[in-house]
Nanobody, 122 residues
Framework: VQLEESGGGSVQTGGSLRLSCVAS?????MAWFRQAPGKEREGVAA???????NYADSVKGRFTISKDNAKNTLYLQMNSLKSEDTAMYYC????????????????????WGQGMQVTVSS
C-alpha cells in the first residue's frame, strides 16, 4: 500500500490546515501520527472505515479526522493550531482486519507515508 500525503506547511498560531493522505488501495483503518524533534512519534487521530474515531487528548476539540472510502483518502482538519502542534505528520494505514477499535498505537499500522512538516509559529 502506498500512502501519499499533502497539505502540510507553515501557519500562524490559531490558524488552520487540512492534511490529506491518498492510499493506493482500500484500507479499513487509518490514522495520523506526528513526531516533534527529540520526541517519540505519537498518535494524533484514528478512524475505522468512515465511523469510529479516536483522538489524542491534546487535539480533542481542535482536530477532526475523516475518511472518504470511495476515494481511499484520509483527512485531518486542524483548527486553532498551537506552536506545540509543530511536528512531522505521518499518515498510517492497516489493510488486514484486526478489530474495530481506532487505536493510536503505531504498532497497529504496517503502512506509513513519508511524512510532511507542519510548522505553527506566532
Amino acid at each position: 500500500v502506498q500512502l501519499e500525503e499533502s497539505g502540510g506547511g507553515s501557519v500562524q498560531t490559531g490558524g488552520s490546515l487540512r492534511l490529506s493522505c491518498v492510499a493506493s488501495e482500500y484500507t479499513y483503518k487509518m490514522a495520523w501520527f506526528r513526531q516533534a524533534p527529540g520526541k517519540e512519534r505519537e498518535g494524533v487521530a484514528a478512524i475505522v472505515q468512515g465511523g469510529p474515531t479516536n483522538y489524542a487528548d491534546s487535539v480533542k476539540g481542535r482536530f477532526t479526522i475523516s475518511k472518504d472510502n470511495a476515494k481511499n483518502t484520509l483527512y485531518l482538519q486542524m483548527n486553532s493550531l498551537k506552536s506545540e502542534d509543530t511536528a512531522m505528520y505521518y499518515c498510517a494505514a492497516r489493510v488486514q482486519f484486526t478489530d474495530w477499535r481506532p487505536t493510536l498505537s503505531k504498532d497497529e499500522y504496517p503502512y506509513w507515508g513519508q511524512g510532511m512538516q507542519v510548522t505553527v509559529s506566532s
